[in-house]
C-alpha cells in the first residue's frame, strides 16, 4: 500500500521561506519520479515542479522558478520543496505526487498515480 504524507505547511507573510516535505511509503521510492502540485479553489491542480526518478535536471513551473527547489532523499524516501520568497498568489494546497516506474514524471495530475492529502500554504502580504 503506498502511501504519501505531506507536512511543513502554514501561514507566513510575504518573503518567508517554507521547506514542504513528502514522506513516502510501499514502493521503492528511488525508481519513480516525484512532483509538487498546488490547487486552489475552483482551479485546476498545477504542477509546481517534477523530479526524475534518477534525479537530473527538475522542472519547475516560470511562476516558482528561481524560488522554490525540489529535491530528493531516496534513503529517506523523502522529496522536498524549499520554498523562498513566498508571494500571496503562492497561496494553495499543495500536494505530493507519485509518478510511475522509471519515468520522467509528466506536468499533468494524470501522470501521477499517487496523492498525498495536501498541506496548505497560506502567504499574507
Known amino acids: 500500500q503506498v502511501a504519501l504524507v505531506e507536512s511543513g505547511g502554514g501561514l507566513v507573510q510575504a518573503g518567508d521561506s517554507l521547506r514542504l516535505s513528502c514522506a513516502a511509503s510501499?514502493?521503492?521510492?528511488?525508481?519513480?519520479?516525484m512532483g509538487w502540485f498546488r490547487q486552489t479553489r475552483g482551479k485546476e491542480r498545477e504542477c509546481v515542479a517534477t523530479m526524475h526518478w534518477s534525479g537530473g535536471i527538475p522542472y519547475y513551473a516560470e511562476s516558482v522558478k528561481g524560488r522554490f527547489t525540489i529535491s530528493r532523499d531516496n534513503a529517506k524516501n523523502t522529496v522536498y520543496l524549499q520554498m523562498n520568497s513566498l508571494k500571496p498568489q503562492d497561496t494553495a494546497v499543495y500536494y505530493c505526487?507519485?509518478?510511475?516506474?522509471?519515468?520522467?514524471?509528466?506536468?499533468?495530475?494524470?501522470?501521477?498515480?499517487?496523492w498525498g492529502q495536501g498541506t496548505q500554504v497560506t502567504v499574507s502580504s
Open positions: 505526487a507519485l509518478g510511475r516506474l522509471y519515468e520522467s514524471g509528466g506536468l499533468s495530475p494524470a501522470d501521477y498515480d499517487y
Open positions: 510501499g514502493r521503492t521510492f528511488s525508481s519513480y519520479p
